[in-house]
């Protein structure tokens, strides 16, 4: 008996060891990108489809600020998003959308879920990897409130050095994958004043949803 409760209490131990080493990492995290004014990424984007077992790849880059402020461009796609109004360029059907940014619940990837982990997500290591001097952490994040997310959790691997990430999962309730493969990161680039602003091209059919 005396046995079962000292393992118990080990267990115990290191469960909450691990727990206050991940809100120590999440915190380092946040400090680190609620200091930067602008980030730019260059990512490889790989969707996988549960149910016709497709999976499909695409490159692109993104800017991001705080604020829910992005420019996100891929070769089918332009998303752009001011804080207030919301577009989506759709290049194949020349096609623009627009809306309010508070609708458009532009989450995914890094923008305002970059600024905002410990509001939203619990979190918990499941991995530890040597890389050179560093660490990589594998880290699954799981809504605090699951029926407000689109994702039923969210894995990230972040290097222990810099806090920067190497990759995000996004896995949604349908087990529907995204992943997103860091290529490159930059947070000393200049801020353009039309950086966050869409200009829909000449001939584009505009659909207005802001009503």
Known sequence: MKYRLSILFIIFIIVNLYADNVDKIIKNVQKKYREIQLLYVDFKQVNRFQLTNIENEVYGTIWISQDNKFRLETEDQTMVSNGENFWRYNKLENQVLIDYAKKSKQDIFLNNFLFQISDYYDGQILKEEKKGKNKI?????????????????????????????????????????????IEKMDSERTLTKSLFEFKSPEGADVVDLRF
């Open 137 to 181: 952490l594998e880290i699954r994040l799981t809504p605090k409130t699951p029926e407000e997310n689109y994702f039923k959790y969210i894995k990230v691997w972040i290097n222990d050095g810099n806090w920067q990430f190497d990759k995000v999962l996004y896995v949604d309730f349908n087990d529907n994958e995204v992943e997103y493969l």
